[in-house]
């Protein structure tokens, strides 16, 4: 008999990882070998175990997957890593396979998705849903924030005033507003809450 799939789950909720477990051993050909919880056990689990598959959670506590696939391929640059998240965010799906995640899939998937993904992935594929690849091209036809402009509306969505967020960027009061209206423009809105609202929509900044 072929050996079974040996997939690795990383998801910081116990009820969440117990369903994945559930959904995975209904299939002969699939087991669950390990889980974490964090970016750190994930990397020591990948490690430790050689998963044939990672399922991978995008925001893990106060720990980020991405910082976790982006270890694990340091190491093991051909690892086979499924996303497997909640933030549907175009930016989150370019940020995730810009670290080098395999595909990436929404938690609001069917599990026949999710098995199929599993098997494809194990087998070199590398497919995308025809949601996610929408968001994707969405994204390419939008104009992309700098880094400094990411950094301005991250503290704006903590609802800091111009002169609070030019003291911790280490920028002047004055250059804020310049970089809020190109903001703007980017995003198409009028306004700093309409910003916050469309950046925490499409993943480019999160909530705390």
Not at 127 to 132: F, G, K, N, R
Not at 147 to 173: D, F, P, Y
Not at 189 to 200: E, P, Y
Request: with cysteine; charged share 25%.
């Amino acid at each position: 008999m072929t050996a079974p799939i040996r997939v690795l789950c990383v998801d910081d909720h116990r009820l969440v990882r117990d369903g994945i477990a559930l959904i995975i051993s209904s299939q002969p050909d699939l087991e669950v070998v390990g889980f974490a919880a964090t970016s750190d056990e994930a990397v020591a689990q990948f490690l430790r175990l050689g998963p044939d598959v990672t399922l991978m959670d995008l925001r893990l506590g106060a720990t980020s997957g991405l910082s976790a696939i982006h270890a694990i391929r340091r190491e093991v640059p051909d690892a086979r890593i499924i996303v497997l998240t909640m933030y549907g965010g175009d930016e989150d799906i370019h940020q995730a396979l810009a670290a080098g995640a395999t595909t990436y899939l929404l938690k609001d998937s069917l599990s026949d998705d999710l098995i199929c993904t599993i098997r494809d992935v194990h087998a070199g594929g590398h497919s995308l849903s025809p949601e996610v690849k929408a968001r994707l091209e969405a994204r390419a036809s939008r104009p992309t924030l700098t880094l400094r402009e990411v950094q301005v509306l991250k503290q704006v969505a903590r609802g800091l005033r111009n002169k609070e967020v030019g003291a911790i960027l280490g920028i002047s009061e004055e250059t804020v507003p310049v970089h809020l209206k190109s903001i703007f423009i980017k995003l198409n809105v009028n306004d700093r809450m309409s910003a916050v609202n469309v950046a925490v929509r499409r993943g480019i900044v999160h909530l705390e």
